[in-house]
């Protein structure tokens, strides 16, 4: 199973400490790691087909200052798809002048529709084809960006669809807000005032938030599983569908 991490925050925010932990997990995953942080509109994408243990871009990305409002990371244990650069999550398209970042953790078994617009599979996995069906779908239901709640009630309509073919864990982010949908396993946390200590489940490591942060701040973590001790995680029921804006988990209006 692969290891999804995601991050949304109110104010640029650094994600070292928790893509820490996601990259000790790669020793059961070692097909590959990505990570894509949003700034503005733009998008640094780092991807590589080795572990993130042994990879020297993992190595860059630890070392790099980057802060943002919304992260999405993934370590792969390949399961369709061959072990390769275009196969490596997270995948980026551009939709409506804006960038979109996807990342999938489960199997797909037959999901195969027609894909007869803009979006193409460049790899051979079942994530990337479910994502450039879902980015053509997006596209037929609204003409231009909608608000982050329009967005919430169509991706509620349209994740079951995969979703019936297997498991469908994934993170998904335009910059604007982090959704995230469950099958199986994700579990999320939110960061406030009073900001405390935690301690990575698999490393040594530990880090005090209250030294680096100030009382507006919000910060929301998602995980295939919890990645520190002695924080409040929760578990998603399968089928569930959360949006994290600004740091917050707001609800998924129904329509």
């Known amino acids: 199973m692969c290891q999804l991490l995601g991050m949304n925050a ?15 997990r790669a020793g059961e995953h070692k ?21 993130a243990l042994a990879s020297p871009v993992a190595e860059l990305v630890k070392r790099y200052p980057i802060k943002s409002h919304n992260v999405i990371a993934h370590i792969r244990k390949a399961t369709q798809g061959r072990v390769m650069l275009q196969n490596t999550h997270p ?3 551009e939709l409506w002048g804006r960038y979109w970042v996807f990342a999938h953790n489960g199997d ?48 509620a309509e349209l994740l079951p669809v995969p979703a019936a073919y297997g498991s469908f864990n994934c993170l998904l982010s335009n910059g604007q807000a982090l959704w995230a949908h469950c099958s199986t396993h994700l579990h999320w946390l939110e ?13 040594d490591l530990s880090v005090d938030f209250g030294a680096h942060t100030l009382p507006q701040d919000r910060v929301a973590i ?23 804006e600004d740091g917050v988990n707001r609800p998924v209006r129904a329509g």
């Open 108 to 155: 797909l078994k037959g999901f195969a529709p027609p894909l007869h617009g803009s979006f193409r599979p460049v790899g051979d996995t079942d994530s990337e084809r479910a994502f450039c069906w879902l980015m053509q779908e997006l596209a037929k239901a609204h003409a231009s960006v909608p608000s982050v709640d329009e967005l919430s009630r169509t991706l």
């Open 191 to 203: 960061r406030r005032h009073p900001f405390g200590a935690a301690r990575l489940a698999d490393d």
């Open 31 to 51: 097909d590959g790691f990505g990570i894509a942080f949003f700034e503005d509109r733009g998008v640094r994408l780092f991807v590589d087909p080795e572990s």
């Open 91 to 93: 995948f980026v398209r």
């Open 10 to 24: 109110n104010t640029p925010t650094d994600v070292m400490f928790s893509f820490t932990g996601l990259a000790t």
């Open 222 to 244: 998602v995980a295939t599983q919890p990645l520190t001790l002695g924080e409040g995680w929760t578990a998603f029921a399968s089928g569930e569908l959360r949006v994290f």
